[in-house]
């Protein structure tokens, strides 16, 4: 949507030209007019303005240092100046600024209307500047360190994405996705999170990810990122880029040695700078990318279960035995699947059904292996399904007006074990149903909004029905508004609005005897002279000839 401002002092021309522009609907104008210089500069103070099409010469603020102001304020904004013949000292300064485009009044509205769609294109070419290429990047590079850390945590979360190579490039991760990872894992103790503001954690946080990165990194490549539960993971790859498998196996054990050489260090050196214990497990060998997922969880089995005996421990796990202890490779199944559901939410706001599929499906086989006695660990699994799902009703208002299609009793209560796998069979059924709802209401709030925005048209044509007051309506934004109601409709709301007006005055010249200028002003024009010229380019015919057919057609049916 482009936003265009008419100033002229003589009212009757800028109103002639806004019908005009009116008419001009594959530009998707925003327009508005001012009757003076100074009346423009308040709505310039008020909001942007794309261009601005303006008489040079006008008393008590003249089209110049309107320039002057509106380069101060806006500069991106294009200025479009009509002149006289005797305007030529206005027009040679003019023309000094970039940006300003002129015309003579005697040129006519096809000239004008030619010189506002190269400047309309002009605008909409300029938002895919180069720089914003550039400031982009920039932005990129100073979040880059956020970045790396979600996608770090959704690796470890077993997340293998086909295009891995691409993100580590994309993302400038100092990891070679075509080597295998040693994985370390580490569980922060704390007992001033409830003294710690977000502020506070963070830089704890940070302070572990560096002292950890600052011991390993002159022996190795590292990248570290701590997750919501305080749960510290480590990838660490040997500092060389390409290497054969027998090169890679050695280098691997080397970095193995250090890395498990140096915990105890780096615990005292974590213990003395913020005064936190930390416990680490770290793999015995090194995995593909898609199994650091499992490695990391069997990482944190070891942690969790190991840690109620020292808050500050250090265990090497063996990646290719299971673990004596209780249930340890259901323990570490359970802990991957329920890292993967943390994806469901996004998945559910993002309408990737297959995906949210996939990972229940998953669910389910864990489930089904895990044995009978191992009711709590199911129940997790399940119930995280479960929740996930009415958080995403409850989000989107689908919990509470769609009562009948869900039965959440169903949804919320499971049996037993035995009965879990066919309660996730339920949620894995109404997964589709709920987007499927979910976009229904999205196209009912939408038809709600459009709804009321055609309302308001039909009972103020005579009115102010700017984009701008069809948005203060609604509470939306004005650019927003234009596409939705594009989206909805299949026509710009400019459109819509000259339809609308076109048949309203059709049926004022059928079925009334109205005067011509009566109902111009009825269906919104500000003279009949800008009446009759965009009737007669929607009837092809003049609103006389019109009214005249109508009659004798009428007359003979009679």
Not at 231 to 249: K, M, N, T, W, Y
């Amino acid at each position: 949507m482009i936003r265009l401002l008419i100033v002229d002092d003589e009212q009757i021309i800028a109103d002639g030209l806004f019908e005009t522009l009116q008419q001009l609907g594959h530009l998707e104008l925003d327009l508005h007019k001012a009757y003076s210089g100074m009346d423009a500069l308040k709505l310039l103070h008020d909001a942007r303005f794309d261009v601005v099409l303006s008489d040079i010469r006008m008393p008590g603020m003249n089209g110049l240092e309107l320039l002057r102001h509106i380069r101060s304020t806006w500069a991106d904004c294009r200025v479009v100046f009509l002149t006289g013949f005797n305007d030529f000292d206005y027009v040679y300064e003019a023309i000094q600024n970039q940006g300003v485009h002129y015309l003579l009044k005697t040129e006519g509205y096809p000239k004008l209307i030619s010189v506002i769609e190269s400047v309309v294109e002009d605008v909409r070419a300029s938002r895919q500047w180069s720089e914003l290429v550039v400031e982009v990047n920039e932005q990129m590079e100073a979040a880059s360190q956020v970045l790396q850390k979600e996608y770090l945590l959704r690796l470890a979360g077993g997340d293998s994405a086909a295009n891995r190579e691409t993100q580590f490039v994309q993302l400038k991760l100092p990891l070679n996705p075509q080597l295998p990872v040693l994985l370390l894992a580490g569980k922060i103790r704390t007992n001033r999170d409830g003294e710690l503001d977000y502020t506070g954690r963070s830089r704890l946080g940070y302070s572990i990810q560096l002292i950890v990165e600052r011991h390993l990194s002159p022996a190795m490549t590292v990248k570290s990122a701590i997750d919501d539960l305080n749960r510290l993971v480590c990838f660490l790859q040997p500092q060389i880029s390409s290497i054969d498998a027998e090169g890679a196996e050695k280098a691997f054990e080397k970095i193995s040695l250090f890395s498990a050489g140096m915990l105890d260090v780096i615990q005292q050196a974590i213990e003395l700078s913020v005064q936190v214990p930390v416990s680490f497990a770290i793999a015995d060998r090194s995995v593909s990318w898609d199994e650091a997922g499992r490695a990391f969880a069997r990482l944190q089995y070891a942690l969790d279960y190991r840690t109620s005996i020292d808050a500050e421990m250090i265990v090497t796990v063996d990646q290719t035995s299971e673990d004596d202890s209780r249930s340890g490779a259901d323990n570490e199944e359970v802990r991957l699947i329920l890292n993967k559901l943390g994806r469901m939410d996004a998945c559910l706001d993002e309408g990737r059904a297959e995906e949210a599929l996939t990972l229940l499906s998953q669910a389910k086989d864990v489930v089904a292996r895990l044995p009978s006695d191992d009711v709590g660990m199911s129940m997790e699994i399940y119930y995280r399904i479960a929740l996930s799902l009415l958080s995403y009703m409850n989000r989107t208002g689908i919990a509470g007006r769609q009562e009948e299609e869900i039965d959440l009793s169903r949804l919320l209560r499971a049996e037993g074990p035995d009965s879990l796998p066919f309660a996730i069979e339920y949620a894995m059924r109404l997964i589709p149903e709920l987007l499927e709802l979910r976009q229904h209401e999205r196209d009912r709030s939408a038809s709600q909004v459009i709804n009321r925005i055609k309302d308001y048209i039909a009972d103020n044509l005579a009115g102010d029905v700017s984009l701008t007051r069809l948005a203060d309506i609604v509470y939306f934004n004005p650019a927003y508004l234009s596409r939705l109601f594009k989206k909805t409709t299949g026509i710009t709301i400019v459109d819509y609005v000259h339809e609308l007006r076109m048949k309203k005055a059709i049926f004022l010249l059928e079925d009334t005897d109205m005067k011509i200028q009566d109902i111009s002003e009825t269906v919104g024009f500000t003279s009949a002279t800008n009446f009759t010229r965009f009737f007669r380019k929607y009837a092809k015919s003049t609103p006389y000839e019109y009214r005249d057919a109508a009659r004798a057609k009428k007359s003979k049916m009679d």
